[in-house]
């Protein structure tokens, strides 16, 4: 109950009062409802100056070391739990990168830089592999194969490699025409 409907309950009960007649409702529910509203008003009134308490006086300024209570934990996947292949690939994938790459350089190829290139795309291959993202990983390496020999054709060969640009361009175009046709029929 508002404050205006309690006003007017008190109105009338002193109009019917005035006049002789009863009281239409009884003081003892209209007493109730205004102890109910007078409790509450109390209640607000001390959030209120809680609130105002604390704007008047700000959160005292973190810690210099704060930042260190979060740490970040790794990336699990806990719906994919690791098998024991990939548990045993990350025990020794390390080691086995260090012993390639010592033989690479070790031994007298003709071009380390190959061999190393080679030597981490078989690793990521691996690792991807256990991970079951071998198609994305073949995806991507696609990509930047061709990109790299793009750039080392066009080192050598500008008239070769803007033709062999504009037929990829040009068959890209038609394999998206010719699949949004077939969608659209």
Do not use: C, K
Not at 21 to 44: F, I, K, Y
């Amino acid at each position: 109950m508002n404050i205006e409907h309690l006003r007017a309950v008190y109105e009338g009960g002193r109009a019917a009062r005035a006049h002789g007649m009863a009281d239409p409702v009884p003081l003892s529910e209209a007493q109730a409802a205004v102890d109910s509203s007078r409790s509450r008003v109390g209640l607000l009134r001390t959030e209120r100056d809680a609130v105002a308490a604390t704007l008047a006086s700000p959160l005292p300024p973190d810690a210099v070391h704060a930042h260190l209570r979060h740490r970040s934990l790794p990336d699990v996947d806990t719906a994919r739990p690791p098998n024991w292949a990939l548990r045993a690939w990350s025990t020794v994938s390390v080691s086995v990168l260090l012993l390639a790459a010592a033989a690479v350089i070790f031994f007298d190829y003709d071009n380390r830089v190959h061999g190393l290139l080679w030597l981490v795309l078989a690793m990521l291959g691996i690792e991807a592999a256990l991970n079951d993202r071998l198609r994305s990983f073949l995806a991507t390496a696609i990509t930047v194969l061709l990109i790299v020999g793009v750039a080392w054709l066009l080192r050598d060969n500008s008239r070769v490699v803007i033709a062999l640009l504009l037929v990829i361009q040009a068959v890209a175009l038609l394999m998206s025409n010719v699949t949004g046709w077939l969608r659209r029929r």
